[in-house]
T-cell receptor, first 118, second 116 residues
Framework: AQSVTQLGSHVSVSEGALVLLRCNYS??????LFWYVQYPNQGLQLLLK??????LVKGINGFEAEFKKSETSFHLTKPSAHMSDAAEYFC????????????????FGTGTQLKVEL | DTAVSQTPKYLVTQMGNDKSIKCEQN?????MYWYKQDSKKFLKIMFS???????INETVPNRFSPKSPDKAHLNLHINSLELGDSAVYFC???????????????FGPGTRLTVT
């Protein structure tokens, strides 16, 4: 079984400060990892994904994440926070094997609410 | 053009009623999903369909019945609505995957269901 733990349900940073959102995973097979962002009253939008090609993954809006197998982590970072980054962030894991018949199963973390202050 | 669309966006109804939520994707994907997001923002998969075939059914009460008339549509019908069904329901889609690969899911805007 696979699972994801997001440490800190609420993170608050100042505008221009470093953003660090933590995600640890558990998977019995090499995982595929995703970060999604959800703005208020909207659906989820993919920020970036790790699929074993490179451990440092760059995504949209200046976000990046580093896969660390030894730490079973996939933390999300952004060097300088902007007010528009305020949203809910979800880490998700898939075992990448796909499902018989197609598709894949994503297991989501409980989310981290990012607040950006002036 | 919206990639994954859902209707309605808001749905307010009384306990015991039957309601449906519709989902359509124009991405050419073969696989579609339904997720439930509770009041604490926790997301849990409910169903997955691949080319009209049910792939995932995650211990969801049988009052919930997905229907896929074609691979671009996945509707969710809910019978005898209960207070605990109040949540945001998201539809998503992805490409058909081969073993050893993974692909992201594209989400719709959500349907906020309120049962009174």
């Amino acid at each position: 079984a696979q699972s994801v733990t997001q440490l800190g349900s609420h993170v608050s940073v100042s505008e221009g400060a470093l953003v660090l959102l933590r995600c640890n995973y558990s998977s019995s097979v090499p995982p595929y990892l995703f970060w999604y962002v959800q703005y208020p009253n909207q659906g989820l939008q993919l920020l970036l994904k790790y699929t074993s090609a490179a451990t440092l993954v760059k995504g949209i809006n200046g976000f990046e994440a580093e896969f660390k197998k030894s730490e079973t982590s996939f933390h999300l970072t952004k060097p300088s926070a902007h007010m528009s980054d305020a949203a809910e962030y979800f880490c998700a894991v898939s075992d990448g094997r796909g499902l018989t018949g197609g598709g894949n199963k994503l297991t989501f973390g409980t989310g981290t609410q990012l607040k950006v202050e002036l | 053009d919206t990639a994954v669309s859902q209707t309605p966006k808001y749905l307010v109804t009384q306990m015991g009623n039957d309601k449906s939520i519709k989902c359509e994707q124009n991405l050419g994907h073969d696989t579609m999903y339904w997720y439930k997001q509770d009041s604490k923002k926790f997301l849990k998969i409910m169903f997955s369909y691949n080319n009209k075939e049910l792939i995932i059914n995650e211990t969801v009460p049988n009052r919930f019945s997905p229907k896929s008339p074609d691979k671009a549509h996945l509707n969710l019908h809910i019978n005898s609505l209960e207070l605990g069904d109040s949540a945001v329901y998201f539809c998503a889609s992805s490409r058909r995957l081969t073993q050893g690969s993974s692909d992201e899911q594209y989400f719709g805007p959500g349907t906020r269901l309120t049962v009174t």
